[in-house]
């Protein structure tokens, strides 16, 4: 079983990512139950803006795509900024969207029998609205949203400390975290074994 992780931060490589470092945990759990899981840090990648699959020469979103179709479980990773996602998750989303109409080799669509789940980092409060916003566009794509498939970590409104300068509330936001991944793991086992079929006409 394979994961990917989309870490929507707007730091670019190599600047230390709060949201990469508790992405991280998640990742640490899946991979104890033997998942192999890839990171991606979508601001490294030249990503188009649009709603196709393919925009064209230069565009780095199509092997991205192939690492979705590559995975059983998605984990969309985002700072909050104003209390919204990332302007880098709203692009990926965006992307995402040209999967609505592709289909795999039964006419299901293809992110049907696929997980997903949402890790959320910021310094302000936002965070179940984010999860919120990204959980409920993957839903729409068709991924599966497995019941507490998210963690998140934030210090409360107003500006503070990030999550990498502050151990307050690791506890909690890496406990979820590994509960995140067990419940990803689960449904992903449990679709593997009674999948969805083709939706009826």
């Given at each position: 079983?394979?994961?990917?992780?989309?870490?929507?931060?707007?730091?670019?490589?190599?600047?230390?990512?709060?949201?990469?470092?508790?992405?991280?945990?998640?990742?640490?759990?899946?991979?104890?139950?033997?998942?192999?899981?890839?990171?991606?840090?979508?601001?490294?990648?030249d990503i188009k803006p649009g709603v196709t699959t393919d925009a064209g020469p230069g565009d780095a979103w199509p092997a991205v795509h192939e690492q979705l179709l590559r995975s059983e479980i998605l984990v969309m990773a985002s700072p909050t900024w104003l209390g919204r996602p990332s302007s880098l998750a709203q692009r990926v989303l965006e992307r995402m969207d040209a999967m609505?109409?592709?289909?795999?080799?039964?006419?299901?669509?293809?992110?049907?029998?696929?997980?997903?789940?949402?890790?959320?980092?910021?310094?302000?409060?936002?965070?179940?609205?984010?999860?919120?916003?990204?959980?409920?566009?993957?839903?729409?794509?068709?991924?599966?949203?497995?019941?507490?498939?998210?963690?998140?970590?934030?210090?409360?409104?107003?500006?503070?400390?990030?999550?990498?300068?502050?151990?307050?509330?690791?506890?909690?936001?890496?406990?979820?975290?590994?509960?995140?991944?067990?419940?990803?793991?689960?449904?992903?086992?449990?679709?593997?074994?009674?999948?969805?079929?083709?939706?009826?006409?």
């Open positions: 079983m394979r994961a990917l992780v989309i870490n929507c931060t707007l730091k670019t490589s190599p600047e230390p990512s709060n949201t990469e470092a508790l992405a991280r945990v998640v990742a640490q759990q899946l991979e104890a139950y033997g998942v192999r899981t890839e990171f991606v840090r979508a601001v490294d990648l609505l109409s592709e289909t795999d080799d039964q006419g299901r669509p293809v992110a049907y029998n696929r997980v997903a789940g949402v890790v959320v980092t910021g310094n302000e409060d936002g965070a179940h609205h984010v999860v919120s916003e990204i959980a409920g566009a993957l839903g729409d794509i068709g991924y599966t949203i497995p019941g507490q498939a998210w963690t998140y970590w934030h210090l409360g409104p107003g500006a503070g400390p990030d999550y990498l300068d502050d151990e307050r509330g690791h506890d909690w936001a890496h406990k979820t975290g590994r509960a995140m991944a067990a419940n990803l793991h689960g449904v992903a086992k449990a679709l593997q074994v009674t999948p969805l079929q083709t939706p009826p006409e």
